[in-house]
């Protein structure tokens, strides 16, 4: 055992002591190289130096000659000899690139654009040698020893590559005067030589250097070593020189190291690398589980807790509701014109405004209260510490409507659009409450706040219960009207027995813009005649027929009983209706419309269809083409409500409208502000100018009467003249007109 213990013993120390003996040759072997490649790169530089004042020697001899057969030509111009000699110069002595410039650094002779580019890119890096040496020709101090020779050499990276350049002057001191700034007609050459490529091979086959390679970063792998190559200025470094190193004493550890040594740290190294593997394989097994519960609980876009996590909280803070006076909030939040974004700019701006919407939310709210995305636009947002008579939640749901109601740059800022949102709070204080019941409050509330105006919050009150009641009501009643057997006047059933009342269509008459003021059409008006809520105007039950999707068939009814209508009047009258988005959008919207002119006997020179300027922003190429036909076959297009939306200037162009109709807002002003007038008179000469009609909306006195017939607005309308009414007082009215006016004449 002693014995064996020994020889091992002197075994091990033998083997560590060539392994100690090899190491060391192999850091004196590779110090050796270090020093060989250090040598030859001050001997590239040394050569530089030299060959490049012999370069501009030449230059200098070269110029002096054809300046003097030139007979004062500027130096500028270039001389073919001197051009000549700079490429044979490049090619004899092996630069990659030569220039001959001048002190404030532009090339001195004519180059081709390929040259041209190349030494704009290296100027930078080459000027500091040449105002270096400027400051040397001017005499300027350098230091306790100045330069005999008008020259400067360094190490620099150019073209990303590492290089030695130098510059010299070509003409020499004695030819330029120090005070003029330009330096007179002194010219520098400058040459550049790449220490990569030939240079490189060069170097690796005369010291044997295996495999040696140029990189910018030390990246060697484990078999080879790096010399790094620093800037002769700033001492930075430009590059790495790296290849094998020859290393004896590693080759002599190699030829003793005993197979089973190298057998046992092959095993070793097997069972680690399994070791290793194994590891590997339970991280990414670990990494992909938590992946898949964090998706299963969260949205992928926004990355908020979806509608199965905000459950279970939700289900967690009804558990921890148990201390009296706790109260927490549920607020709905819902985004105001998220669909618009998504219809105009595309659902990748959609995602993105989605996510900056989050961004700003996520700023706000605290870390103990929950912000989920329930899908599409809408969220939820759990205030678990909500006490009873702290308002701190109103604070919070307004500024989040604050914060959303401001610009949100997508795309980069190519695109800004302005959005708000609605919100719905439901608090609550009984952990025996229902979550659906309390849902459906906040949900209440936000339906209140979404049809109260949007970018405001509601919190919920009982009463709202009933409003929602009769809205739903409202709905049905209406569904009912539009399918029951008939729409006119006349039923006398109650509202108890379930009589949903009658659609009318009133008519409200379009005078001319003259002194007489004759009818020229009418506009047709809905309304709604309701048992219990009596004579109800369209914005009462329009916004209702929208959400349950029956607003074309509404449309439809009105344009045939205003169609049908108008075909009895005299044949110099039109009728004006109004048209929804959602119709033109309809495919067979043109079809719908030729068709229900042909059944009644209208002709479509008698109709106008009537849409407001948002109608216009949401429709696409094919609701144009609609309207391109309808316009085809006679029927009018009038722009509703002109000036209060957007585009409208591009409006009047894209689609040829017909008509355009000043709103009343601006008609109002007549008489009372300045502005007004200055509106109403720039729409009408724009009308003029794009030879478009006009008819000015809510004529209510006789000064505005005056003034708009003095601009020269088409038609007038408003209650000055006339105020809506059924079709039979409008006929009367119609009739009455007639023959006030026959009786003039």
Request: glycine fraction near 8%.
């Amino acid at each position: 055992m002693l014995l064996a213990i020994s020889g091992l013993a002197i075994l091990g120390l033998v083997f560590l002591a060539a392994i100690w003996a090899g190491k060391e040759s192999d850091a004196a072997a590779l110090d050796r190289q270090r020093q060989l490649v250090n040598s030859r790169l001050l001997d590239q530089v040394r050569r530089v130096s030299q060959d490049i004042q012999l370069m501009g020697a030449g230059y200098a001899s070269l110029l002096l000659a054809d300046s003097a057969a030139a007979s004062g030509k500027s130096e500028r111009m270039g001389a073919t000899s001197a051009a000549t000699f700079g490429k044979i110069a490049t090619t004899v002595f092996g630069y990659n690139a030569a220039f001959l410039v001048t002190p404030a650094g532009e090339l001195a002779l004519q180059s081709d654009p390929e040259t041209k580019r190349r030494f704009k890119w290296v100027r930078p890096l080459l000027q500091p040698m040449i105002q270096d040496l400027e400051a040397k020709q001017h005499g300027a101090p350098q230091g306790p020893s100045s330069d005999p020779e008008p020259s400067r050499v360094e190490l620099m990276r150019l073209e990303g590559r590492p290089s030695v350049a130098g510059v010299v002057s070509v003409t020499g001191s004695s030819k330029a005067d120090p005070q003029d700034g330009n330096g007179g007609n002194r010219l520098y050459l400058v040459a550049f030589r790449f220490l990569d490529g030939v240079t490189l091979d060069t170097l690796s086959r005369e010291q044997g250097l295996a495999g040696a390679r140029y990189a910018r970063t030390a990246d060697q792998e484990q078999n080879e070593v790096a010399f790094q190559i620093e800037a002769t200025a700033t001492g930075e470094p430009i590059g790495f020189i790296i290849w094998r190193p020859d290393l004896p004493g590693s080759r002599v550890i190699g030829r003793l190291v005993p197979v089973l040594s190298v057998a046992g740290l092959v095993i070793a190294g097997l069972f680690f690398a399994l070791m290793g593997r194994l590891r590997g394989s339970l991280r990414e097994l670990s990494a992909s589980e938590h992946h898949a519960r964090h998706l299963s609980l969260h949205d992928v876009l926004t990355g908020l807790p979806n509608r199965a996590l905000f459950a279970a909280r939700f289900e967690q803070c009804l558990a921890a509701m148990k201390s009296p006076g706790k109260r927490s909030v549920l607020a709905l939040v819902d985004l105001d014109k998220f669909k618009d974004v998504n219809d105009i700019h595309g659902h990748a701006a959609g995602d993105e405004l989605l996510r900056c919407a989050v961004d700003r939310m996520n700023a706000l709210i605290e870390s103990r209260d929950t912000l989920a995305r329930l899908g599409g636009d809408e969220f939820a947002l759990l205030l678990p510490d909500a006490r009873e008579g702290n308002d701190s939640h109103i604070l919070l749901c307004n500024a989040i409507i604050e914060a959303l109601s401001k610009p949100f740059q997508l795309r980069g800022g190519d695109v800004v659009v302005r959005i708000g949102c609605s919100i719905g709070i439901a608090p609550f204080d009984d952990a025996a409450e229902a979550t659906s019941e309390i849902l459906r409050r906040a949900d209440v509330a936000l339906y209140e706040a979404k049809t109260n105006g949007r970018g405001r919050l509601i919190e919920y009150d009982p009463l709202l219960d009933h409003r929602v009641e009769a809205r739903e009501n409202l709905k049905n009643d209406l569904r009912l009207v539009l399918e029951g057997p008939t729409h006119l006047p006349g039923r006398e059933k109650s509202a108890s027995s379930g009589d949903p009342g009658h659609l009318e269509v009133f008519f409200q008459g379009v005078h001319r813009g003259d002194a007489h003021g004759r009818l020229s059409g009418a506009e047709a008006l809905l309304r709604w005649r309701h048992p219990t809520h009596g004579l109800l105007s369209p914005d009462k039950f329009i916004p209702i027929a929208e959400e349950a999707g029956m607003i074309d068939q509404l449309g439809q009814w009105v344009l045939r009983n205003a169609a049908k209508a108008a075909a009895t009047w005299p044949a110099d009258m039109s009728v004006a209706v109004n048209v929804s988005p959602s119709q033109i959008r309809h495919r067979d919207f043109d079809r719908h419309v030729l068709s229900i002119l042909a059944q009644t006997g209208l002709p479509p020179s008698r109709l106008e269809l009537e849409l407001t300027e948002a109608a216009l922003f949401n429709i696409d190429e094919t609701a144009q083409d609609t309207l391109g036909r309808l316009r085809a076959r006679g029927i009018r297009i009038a722009l509703d409500d002109f000036g209060t939306g957007f585009s409208s200037l591009s409006h009047l162009i894209q689609f040829n409208i017909d008509r355009i109709k000043i709103d009343r807002s601006f008609v109002r002003l007549l008489g009372t502000q300045a502005e007004g007038a200055a509106i109403v008179s720039a729409i009408l000469g724009l009308s003029r100018t794009l030879g478009k009609a006009t008819t000015a909306e809510g004529v209510e006195t006789e000064g505005q009467r005056d003034f708009l017939v003095a601009a020269g607005c088409n038609d007038l309308q408003g209650f000055l003249f006339s105020r809506p009414m059924p079709l039979s007082d409008f006929l009367a009215s119609m009739h009455a007109t007639e023959a006030a006016s026959q009786a003039i004449r």
